[in-house]
């Protein structure tokens, strides 16, 4: 599904938080959003999923302004496990699927789930709780994938197993993903384009590569200054 | 002591007895108090569910307007509805006052308030996790209202019990709608303010005690359902 973002702009009082324009997600891409805190990447990612509807906006899905409810899925920053088995949460967005068809999915076994699958989620470590809200987002394997910061709790092996995953759902299904993250070698790893968001603003938008190498923009550069200096 | 020993024998001795007096009124007690705490639970628990999980532009009115009327004097609802069954009211054809019905309205409009503002602020913590979290799946305002009833079920559990306790406790507004009349009307609050008027402590205080014991025995079911539910998810989350 293609995504094209005519405008968006959200305002909170009288502030203007919120200002992209001219923004296309074309099928089967991979896209990367990251930025400091408060840049609007949250923000920008609940108007696409039409979680935040208090805005000025005009979004195309595929040509359409109505929301493909049914195509796309989301997982937001601190996705909410129920009271119930993590079987029972996986199937929340998956009801055709019975417990024996949720066990016996390949990513059950990739994400190290099985052990755990009839625990309730309350007694999950956070890490494991966001290999579930992981899980769940992207077992119904929808069109369109809409991640926000899905890894930030993860260990190193889980994150680059869910990069796994992430890859071949895009590579192999051509599913478009659109991802947030803190961490822009990951970015570098997975994304086909990268976003730099800066206070509200859409500051940098192209290669991955020549992005993290050679931001023109200086608050990018900044930005990316900043995080590789705390990441030698 | 001495006079709650004899309240105490007196009671065990009434409810013995099996007097038919006091049999109806125990049974009239439970018919209104369950009646109006199921209607009003009801009605409150969807009221405020929705009150949680929508945004409009009235909400915090309506919130405000609800904790206010959490405290509404009994009376003033028992003269509301009062003035509406009266022969000459809105609804005089009905001729619901002096009768069941109208204790169980009068008691539904003291209790829906309590309940639905109880049923708020238990949801309120966690209404916008669990909504962004659904509709990021794809799911109906109806699966979603379903799931947040069951993860909110304990605070609604206390808000029914909350409202139940209000409602066992009430006499002002059954009094003023229901007459207080004999094998009709009467339940233990408000014959427990006639004995005490006539003087008939003892017989007072045996209802009394009769109703406190109804009173702490369905609160506790209400606690044992809470805590059963509790200890079986530490269990199941132990294992």
Redesign the interface.
């Known amino acids: 599904m293609d995504i094209y973002v005519k405008r968006v702009r959200k305002t909170i009082d009288k502030k203007t938080i919120l200002d992209v324009n001219e923004l296309a997600f074309p099928q089967g891409s991979f896209t990367m959003i990251i930025g400091p805190n408060g840049a609007g990447k949250s923000t920008f990612l609940k108007i696409l999923s039409q979680l935040d509807t208090n805005c000025e906006k005009e979004i195309l899905y595929d040509g359409k302004q109505d929301f493909p409810q049914d195509q796309i899925n989301t997982m937001v920053q601190h996705s909410y496990l129920f009271d119930l088995t993590v079987a029972q949460n996986l199937r929340i967005g998956a009801q055709h699927i019975t417990d024996a068809q949720v066990r016996s999915q390949k990513l059950m076994e990739e994400l190290d789930l099985l052990p755990v699958i009839h625990r309730r989620c309350p007694s999950l470590s956070g890490g494991e709780a966001q290999k579930v809200a992981f899980a769940r987002t992207v077992l119904t394997q929808k069109p369109v994938l809409l991640l926000d910061e899905p890894t930030s709790d993860m260990d190193v092996a889980a994150t680059k197993k869910c990069e796994r995953i992430l890859l071949d759902l895009n590579q192999k299904l051509g599913i478009t993903i659109i991802m947030i993250t803190h961490n822009p070698s990951q970015a570098l790893r997975l994304a086909s384009r990268i976003l730099v968001m800066d206070q509200g603003k859409v500051i940098e938008s192209g290669n991955p590569k020549h992005i993290l190498e050679d931001p023109l923009n200086e608050n990018a550069q900044a930005y990316l200054e900043n995080w590789r200096m705390n990441h030698v | 002591m001495e006079g709650l020993r004899e309240g105490m024998i007196e009671a065990i001795d009434l409810i013995l007895r099996f007097d038919p007096e006091i049999l109806k009124i125990i049974g009239l007690t439970l018919l209104v108090t369950l009646s109006s705490t199921f209607i009003a639970a009801w009605i409150a628990i969807t009221l405020g569910t929705v009150i949680a999980s929508t945004s409009f532009r009235a909400k915090r009115l309506v919130v405000r307007t609800l904790n206010a009327l959490m405290g509404l004097p009994p009376v003033v609802a028992g003269l509301v509805v009062y003035l509406v069954l009266t022969r000459k009211g809105p609804l005089g054809s009905f001729e619901l006052l002096y009768t069941v019905p109208a204790m169980i309205i009068a008691q539904v409009l003291i209790v829906t308030p309590i309940i639905t503002s109880l049923t708020i602020s238990g949801i309120h913590g966690?209404i916008n996790?669990?909504r962004?979290?659904?509709?990021?799946?794809?799911?109906s305002f109806t699966q979603t209202m379903k799931?947040v009833l069951?993860?909110c079920r304990y605070t609604t559990f206390s808000a029914v019990a909350a409202g139940f306790g209000r409602a066992i406790a009430e006499v002002g507004a059954i009094m003023m709608v229901g007459g207080n009349i004999q094998f009709k009307t009467r339940v233990l609050t408000t014959a427990i303010v006639l004995e005490t008027g006539k003087g008939n402590y003892g017989k007072a205080l045996a209802l009394g005690i009769i109703l406190l014991l109804i009173s702490f025995t369905i609160n506790w079911g209400i606690n044992l359902l809470q805590e059963r539910g509790t200890d079986g998810?530490l269990r199941?989350?132990?294992s």
Do not use: F, N, P
């Open positions: 966690k996790a669990i962004d979290t659904c509709k990021g799946l794809g799911l799931l069951y993860e998810h199941k989350t132990s």
